[in-house]
Nanobody, 121 residues
Framework: VQLQAFGGGLVQAGASLRLSCATA????????IGWFRQAPGKEREFVAA????????YYIDSVKGRFTITRDMAKNTVDLQMNSLRPEDTAVYYC???????????????WGQGTLVTVSS
């Protein structure tokens, strides 16, 4: 499964961004979807995951209530809606797919190329 992530950019604190993860030829939401991020100088960390097969989702505490994973069936994308962005959300964001639930990095089968989100204070 080849993934492409896009939608990053430079925004001010408090703004919103919508990241999208796309693939061709497969229905993306048939997989368990995970979003990870890697801030400058830090290791990649898990952010959020959603499984429509399981009817489940989970988010790290720092993004709960601000980030939401949704899907656009017409576009075959899975999106990460990010609201009330903070400078500490600055990172390269990666989408991923897995057949393992809950998603862990070691069980990811495909990664998107990453999209940079920069939040200025």
């Amino acid at each position: 499964v080849q993934l492409q992530a896009f939608g990053g950019g430079l925004v001010q604190a408090g703004a919103s961004l919508r990241l999208s993860c796309a693939t061709a030829g497969r229905t993306l939401s048939n997989y368990h979807i995970g979003w990870f991020r890697q801030a400058p100088g830090k290791e990649r960390e898990f952010v959020a995951a959603r499984s429509w097969r399981r009817g489940a989702s989970y988010y790290i505490d720092s993004v709960k209530g601000r980030f939401t994973i949704t899907r656009d069936m017409a576009k075959n994308t899975v999106d990460l809606q990010m609201n009330s962005l903070r400078p500490e959300d600055t990172a390269v964001y990666y989408c991923s797919v897995s057949n393992w639930w809950p998603i862990i990095e070691e069980r990811v089968i495909s990664w998107g190329q990453g999209t940079l989100v920069t939040v200025s204070s």
